[in-house]
């Protein structure tokens, strides 16, 4: 078994010998390799030239791999970082810098103001301190609109290379199409729309689905997609009425070689142009997948989507997906498998889920699962991964039916989530490894605003705790108001918001927490609001084509 593993995840393991660190811009994967996990692993770091140490949340041992895994988030872009690991009466040090989120160009290929019919093909790349940058002429504004008559807008053939700022519109298939085993390309403040093939459901025969606006070949990697408009694809996902949803998706990567960061993005359509997924890709149940490992998805708002609004399956090694506003969709993250963990998902906002145009039941928030594959003979699980679920907040009414879908679950951890639903939170433990599901808010479907009253709904998408809530004190209660009495039989009243300071303290995820504790769920009072899609994006100035 270990040996099986070892050589399916062998283009991406560790170097033998040592600890490692792999880096995006905010976040760090950690690998130490240990002959026993007898002991917890525990993390501390700091940035390079400070003096106090934080604690990061402790990493987690696989038996298959001989290590253990884990990841500090919540770092400083171009930052070097000075990382101490200790299991037992072992440690070790470790230094490493997150990624810089600049991106130096090398050669810059200008594209002339106006209209192009013409497929663009990227053959040349650049270096990662020369990157080679594909943008409009200054003042201008590109467009490439091939009216259905090219598969692509954009074909991206070589590493290290920028696409920026470009309107790119009505591709046949895939809007940006990153070639097999690319590495490196950005594609950032584009505006993407109008592309794909008509679709329909998988039972009528359709079989061309997951027309993308930006799509992965397999064996890409190192992709970032950021601050982009995707919107209204030609076609359409059909809902479930008519069986799976099969159709267009803002964001595919098939097999990932990993180091993906998928931030800030506005993804949205009308219901009868939908998306399958919003992010997604493949292979689901293996040890690759999409976005496979050390990668984040982040800042996205995403909505119309009849079936994952995030598709994170396959290995989920060391992937984060946080801050997150999620709404009009089937399934909020969907991952299974984690056949490799651990996967983090935290401080999301969940709003509405619907099965069908018909139906507005929800689905669920977090779909699970996993599967055997055989591999030399030998029967396989890709469910073994760590899932850690902290902080996220599900809005109520018209949420999910369940918090989790009904498949099998090991090794899930839930912490100070805001989890009301109308029916499960929990699925059933289905042996061992077992899950860990603890100080969640949950609780049934109440309707009539009673969770709503819950939050304090600001000018945007913030959603901050109230101090009080409405609460129905059950029984009958007696009053005495001016001298005159009576009764009022399970009245509402105002109680105590029971999500502030009631938290339980995680290492590395709610640090600078305010009160007495932290807040469960997405938000905490007295922080800022959380930025989802592309015009929250730090830093945020207009592209090139909305110029006027």
């Not at 998706?249 to 990932?256: C, M, R």
């Not at 708002?301 to 997150?324: H, K, L, T, Y």
């Not at 699970?368 to 899932?387: D, P, Q, W």
Request: net charge neutral; hydrophobic share 35%.
């Amino acid at each position: 078994m270990l040996l099986i593993l070892m050589l399916l995840f062998a283009a991406n393991a560790l170097a033998a010998g040592g600890p490692r660190a792999v880096p995006t811009f905010e976040s760090i994967g950690l690998y130490y390799p240990l002959a026993s996990g007898s002991e917890p692993c525990t993390v501390r770091y700091r940035a390079a030239g400070k003096t106090e140490w934080r604690d990061g949340y402790p990493l987690v041992w696989d038996a298959r791999e001989k290590e253990c895994r884990g990841s500090l988030v919540g770092l400083i872009a171009d930052t070097a970082y000075e990382i101490e690991l200790r299991a037992g009466a072992g440690s070790a040090a470790i230094q490493a810098r997150t990624r810089g989120d600049r991106f130096p160009a090398g050669k810059v290929t200008r594209l002339p103001g106006g209209t192009t019919d013409k497929m663009i093909r990227i053959t040349e790349g650049g270096s990662a301190s020369a990157w080679h940058v594909v943008e409009p002429e200054p003042g201008t504004k590109f467009t490439s609109d091939v009216f259905n008559f090219a598969d692509n807008n954009i074909s991206v053939e070589a590493d290290f290379v920028v696409v920026r700022g470009l309107e790119l519109r009505n591709a046949a298939v895939h809007a940006i199409r990153v070639k097999a085993g690319v590495q490196n390309v950005v594609v950032e403040d584009c505006h993407i729309t109008g592309w794909g093939r008509i679709g329909g459901a998988r039972v009528w025969g359709v079989t061309g689905g997951s027309d993308s606006a930006v799509y992965a070949e397999a064996g890409a990697g190192g992709l970032v997609v950021q601050r982009n408009l995707i919107e209204y694809p030609r076609g359409g996902a059909n809902d479930w009425e008519s069986g799976h949803p099969s159709g267009p998706q803002a964001v595919t990567l098939i097999n990932s070689k990993g180091g993906n960061v998928i931030r800030y993005n506005t993804i949205r359509s009308t219901e009868d142009h939908g998306f399958n997924d919003g992010i997604g890709g493949g292979t689901n149940y293996g040890f690759e997948g999409s976005p496979n490992r050390d990668s984040d998805i982040y800042g996205n708002q995403i909505s119309n989507c009849w079936d994952d609004a995030i598709e994170s399956e396959g290995a989920n090694c060391n992937v984060r997906i946080w801050s997150n506003y999620i709404h009009h969709t089937f399934v909020h993250v969907a991952t299974a498998s984690t056949a490799m963990g651990p996967l983090y998902v935290f401080r999301n906002v969940f709003g509405e889920s619907r099965i069908s145009h018909q139906d507005s039941i929800g689905g669920m928030m977090i779909k699970t699962g996993m599967n055997y594959v055989t591999i030399n003979g030998e029967r396989v699980s890709t469910g073994l991964g760590h899932r850690f679920i902290f902080h996220n907040t599900a809005l109520q009414p018209g949420g999910a039916l369940d918090v989790f879908s009904s498949h099998e679950l090991h090794n899930a951890v839930t912490r100070n989530n805001i989890f009301y639903s109308r029916g499960r939170s929990y699925p059933a433990q289905r042996g061992e490894p077992a899950n860990d599901f603890k100080n969640d808010l949950t609780g049934g479907y109440l309707g009539g605003g009673f969770v709503r009253s819950m939050f304090l709904a600001g000018s945007g998408l913030e959603w901050f705790l109230a101090p009080t809530m409405n609460k129905i004190q059950w029984g009958r209660v007696e009053y005495d108001k001016g001298g005159q009495k009576f009764a009022i039989t399970d009245p509402m009243v105002a109680a105590r918001n029971p999500a502030i300071d009631a938290g339980v303290r995680l290492a590395g995820f709610n640090d600078g927490f305010a009160g007495q504790g932290p807040d469960i769920g997405a938000y905490e009072t007295g922080l800022p609001p959380l930025r989802f899609g592309r015009e929250m994006a730090p830093g945020f100035q207009r592209a090139p084509w909305e110029l006027r």
